[in-house]
């Protein structure tokens, strides 16, 4: 139970610090933090977590993460729907959250017919900058493919693991700052439908592409890993 606490906490944090940087922060007048605030924000809220409880759970708070490192052999197969149950209620729970801190403000509501409408994730019209469904597939595929090689390797026996949640957090970071104009960047399933289930409409019925895509992309970014770079200890290659 104290893993699944862990991974509730930490994946509520990242909805949390990330979509709510890119709710209250980035358009803000005059002073808003824009792309690279939104993307640092997400990549702060990997790392602090990462340190407070990854130690406990091994610090996932990503569906498509706990596939990945279940192909890649980090992971125990059995423990999977667990952990993207906490994962899920973690996300919706942080997003009802920020719901309830931005419905506070008059003037405040969401429309479902523009894209990233309370910071949802979206392809075609609902892409931030009009992507298609197909390079939206892509982008949420080859960016959690990266992440997952990042992850393994950061956090691999013979790496120096001092300094894993350090790596994986630019790590989110950049994949943010390269992604947001496409899909708002999900990379994360739970992300992708705690604010869609609020939004509902359209961004709601995409959200099949967000789940698809970057689990896809872990589960060969984990096998990519395991049988392409990781190295015994007597490795010499």
Not at 135 to 142: D, L
Not at 143 to 158: Q, S, Y
Not at 214 to 219: C, K, Q, S, Y
Request: charge should be neutral.
């Amino acid at each position: 139970m104290r893993k699944l606490f862990a991974e509730f906490f930490g994946t509520y944090w990242l909805v949390f610090g990330g979509c709510g940087s890119a709710l209250f922060a980035a358009g803000y007048p005059n002073l808003g933090i824009g792309f690279a605030g939104v993307s640092l924000a997400f990549g702060l809220t990997v790392l602090t977590m990462a340190y407070a409880v990854g130690h406990i759970s091994g610090g996932h708070f990503n569906p498509a993460v706990s596939f990945g490192l279940w192909a890649g052999g980090r992971f125990s197969f059995k423990d999977l729907i667990p952990y993207i149950i906490a994962q899920c209620i973690g996300a919706i729970a942080a997003a009802g959250t920020l719901f309830y801190i931005w419905t506070g403000k008059t003037g405040n509501s969401i429309d479902n017919t523009k894209a990233g409408a309370f910071a949802s994730n979206g392809f075609g019209t609902f892409s931030p900058d009009n992507y298609s469904r197909f390079s939206c597939f892509t982008a949420e595929f080859i960016l959690t493919l990266f992440f997952l090689i990042v992850i393994l390797g950061a956090t691999d026996k013979l790496a120096n693991g001092k300094f894993a949640g350090i790596a994986i957090g630019l790590a989110l970071t950049l994949i943010h700052l390269i992604s947001i104009p496409i899909t708002n960047t999900s990379v994360n399933p739970a992300r992708s439908l705690s604010q869609a289930l609020f939004v509902g409409g359209e961004p709601l019925k995409q959200v099949w592409l967000f789940w698809a895509a970057p689990i896809l992309g872990a589960i060969v970014g984990g096998l990519i890993y395991k049988n392409l770079l990781q190295q015994s200890e007597t490795s010499e290659e």
